[in-house]
């Protein structure tokens, strides 16, 4: 097929409806008819040789080749955004990046990984959070490049994902220095009848935590469970109780001596997984951030790997 054979204003009305997910909702953006936008999308897949969308129904999926094609057309037309704005003196050869990080995971981590790109003065980042779900559901629909999480996601023929190992983290618990200077507690056996303040059932680490405690048959006394680190951070330096989660999340308290380590296990670890669109493509400053693509699920890069700890030198507040 020669270029010249190309319908780019085909291709145009496959990106829209592919972008919002709806032929109803792209019809209405360009101010044509559903019907238009169908017949034109059918012919871009006639000329292709291949169908780009799954039609179930009123309901649109895009197909594996779909997916590939959105993608080329992702970056065709957002040069031309990028042109445009070029003539008319804004974002001048920027490239948008466009994250989505779970929200129970550590901001520490999420800055620290995200750093090279907020040095880079050709990107224009944007970092949205939301649960796991929701975050995959947009990825797959092609509105983020690339998820952060805390746990991998299975990959299947509806979902094709890829989960990326970036590195991991110790959890330590941690207490007020006016109330726990000076003492060390053995994890788990120290903690049965202490009051704590944990992340909530929906984070990784609770899981295990709570694993841990029944396996020895030790059980705390639970004074609060909190979804976000930033409010679990305010928890461990207002309140006298020992608080679980990752360190480095309380590092400048711990720096200031406001706070003070109490106990660590080497079974308590946070990990963290890059999640992308399975074989998709990856804009340029993103695919120098991730590891290389695996064939299996999930990927394990050992070579360097992001493990925060007691010595860390980052100063982040979470």
Known sequence: MDINQLNFKHLFYFWRVAKQ???????????????????????????????????????????????????YAESIFALGEQMLGWLEGRDEGATRVRVGSVSTMSRNFQVNWLRPLLRDPTIVLSVDSGSLETLVERLLRHQLDVVLANEPVPSDPTRPTSSRFLGSQVISLVGRADRWSGTALRVPEDLDGVEMAMPSVRHGVRLQFDALCFSAGVQPRLRAEIDDMTMLRLIARDSGWITVLPEVVVQDELHSGELVHVGQSSQLTEHFYAITVRHGHLAGPLSRLLPREAAGDIFTDASDPIQPTRNSSCSLDD
């Open 21 to 71: 997910g709806s032929l109803t909702h792209a019809a209405e953006q360009i101010h044509t008819s559903q019907s238009a936008l169908s017949t034109q999308i059918r012919q871009l897949e006639n000329r292709l040789g291949t169908p780009l969308f799954d039609r179930q129904g009123r309901h649109l999926e895009l197909t594996a080749t779909g997916q590939q094609v959105f993608a």
